[in-house]
């Protein structure tokens, strides 16, 4: 078991993006989540939303098997201090449809956590895994 943090986005990530409404569960989000939590990370929900619309999201969540760590903070029951205190989250990877490229899939993401791959960004799309295009070796005959 390990204890990293994965800072997860909401709208546009978990779901599709209907804010202030909750969008429908995109393909593999929650079984994803789930396995990395069983594999000892730690979620933190990491989203614009606040008030009802937040409580709606974390709701939707549990609904489908997922408790997080924390919630918009570092560790739970964090006070956030905004005159002295950054908003950034101590996470070690931060899932968020608008990372550089876009959003690879919640297979590429889950491959990337366990697997440790790096990844670049090639013409707006991210590559990574299966995606990324093999050299050819060269040798006596090529």
Same mark, same amino acid.
């Given at each position: 078991?390990?204890?990293?943090?994965?800072? +997860?986005?909401?709208?546009?990530? #978990?779901?599709?993006?209907?804010? %202030?409404? #909750?969008?429908? &569960?995109?393909?593999? /989000?929650?079984?994803?989540?789930? =396995? *990395?939590?069983?594999?000892?990370?730690?979620?933190?929900? @990491?989203?614009?939303?606040?008030? %009802? /619309?937040?409580?709606? &999201?974390?709701?939707?969540?549990?609904?489908?098997? +997922?408790?997080?760590? /924390?919630?918009?903070?570092?560790?739970? !029951?964090? #006070?956030?201090?905004? &005159?002295?205190?950054?908003?950034?989250?101590?996470?070690? @990877?931060?899932?968020?449809?608008?990372? $550089?490229? !876009?959003? %690879?899939?919640?297979?590429?993401?889950?491959?990337? $956590?366990?697997?440790?791959?790096?990844?670049? +960004?090639? !013409? !707006?799309? +991210? *590559?990574?895994?299966?995606?990324?295009?093999?050299?050819? =070796?060269?040798? *006596?005959? @090529?």
């Amino acid at each position: 078991m390990n204890n990293k943090k994965i800072a +997860v986005d909401f709208d546009g990530t #978990v779901v599709e993006d209907a804010y %202030p409404a #909750v969008g429908k &569960a995109k393909i593999f /989000a929650f079984e994803t989540l789930k =396995k *990395l939590q069983s594999e000892g990370y730690r979620l933190i929900l @990491w989203t614009y939303r606040h008030g %009802p /619309a937040l409580e709606d &999201a974390i709701e939707f969540c549990r609904k489908n098997g +997922v408790e997080f760590y /924390a919630v918009n903070s570092s560790f739970e !029951g964090e #006070v956030f201090d905004s &005159a002295t205190q950054s908003r950034k989250i101590d996470a070690d @990877w931060f899932i968020d449809d608008r990372n $550089i490229g !876009g959003f %690879p899939g919640w297979g590429e993401i889950y491959n990337i $956590i366990t697997e440790r791959i790096e990844f670049r +960004v090639e !013409g !707006g799309e +991210v *590559l990574a895994y299966s995606k990324l295009k093999r050299e050819k =070796k060269k040798g *006596l005959f @090529w």
